[in-house]
């Protein structure tokens, strides 16, 4: 079974409209973390934003913020204000404990096009 | 400070031979992270270090590859007779430490593409 689903293979936005990628996850551990991270065509990939379960407050980085909704495990990025240098590859992540440790799982991600 | 480096950056190579995939992680990190990226998907977990030993390398598709970090700081990826599937970008990671909330950095990756 998928543990992360992003249902959005690609999105369209108009420079300066603020835009939500759809992130939806599947754990039965309480504790878990929740990321976004953006990979340019240049292909590194960068941190957004960080999400823990216990958290009890969306989570904001400048533009970006986490529309955290528990029970219905999903972890939405909402970019405000898009810009031009915004369109690029966006994977939503979830870190849950594994053997040793934590792994990360990713999604399949969504290509987000800034139109100017 | 100087970020994640991974070496080669490109790795080009023939069905069946042996290739190594290294990464230099962020000086004082003690977690490091391989993933592999296909083509239009999300990276895959392959294996995780926690100091020297493998702590998890539940990801690792197959036993054609294996991964050590001998001294706890660079790793090696080494993948024995490639196959044509295993082309991908390979993506390395390290953390200060193994928290739920420890952010990953990662390095450029390796494009194999085995022919």
């Known amino acids: 079974a998928q543990k992360i689903t992003q249902t959005q293979p690609g999105m369209f936005v108009q420079e300066k409209e603020a835009v939500t990628l759809d992130c939806t996850y599947d754990?039965?551990?309480?504790?878990?973390?929740l990321f976004w991270y953006k990979q340019p065509s240049s292909g590194e990939m960068i941190f957004l934003i960080y999400q823990g379960s216990y958290d009890q407050q969306n989570a904001t980085e400048g533009r970006y913020s986490l529309n955290f909704q528990k029970a219905r495990k999903s972890a939405n990025l909402v970019i405000s204000a898009s810009q031009l240098g915004d369109s690029a590859m966006y994977f939503c992540a979830m870190r849950e404990p594994s053997t040793g440790g934590f792994k990360t799982i990713f999604g399949a991600g969504t290509r987000l096009f800034v139109k100017a | 400070g100087a970020g994640v480096s991974q070496t080669p950056s490109n790795k080009v190579t023939e069905k069946g031979k042996y290739v190594e995939l290294r990464c230099d992680p962020i000086s004082g990190h003690t977690a490091l992270y391989w993933y592999r990226q296909s083509l239009g998907q999300g990276p895959e977990f392959l294996i995780y270090?926690?100091?020297?030993?493998?702590?998890?390398d539940s990801g690792l598709p197959n036993d054609r590859f294996f991964a050590v970090r001998p001294e706890g700081s660079v790793s090696t990826l080494k993948i024995q007779r490639t196959e044509r599937g295993d082309s991908a970008v390979y993506l390395c990671a390290s953390s200060s430490g193994q928290g739920l909330a420890n952010e990953q950095f990662f390095g450029p990756g390796t494009r194999l593409t085995v022919l």
């Open positions: 270090f926690q100091g020297t030993g493998a702590a998890d």
């Open positions: 754990t039965s551990d309480p504790s878990y973390g």
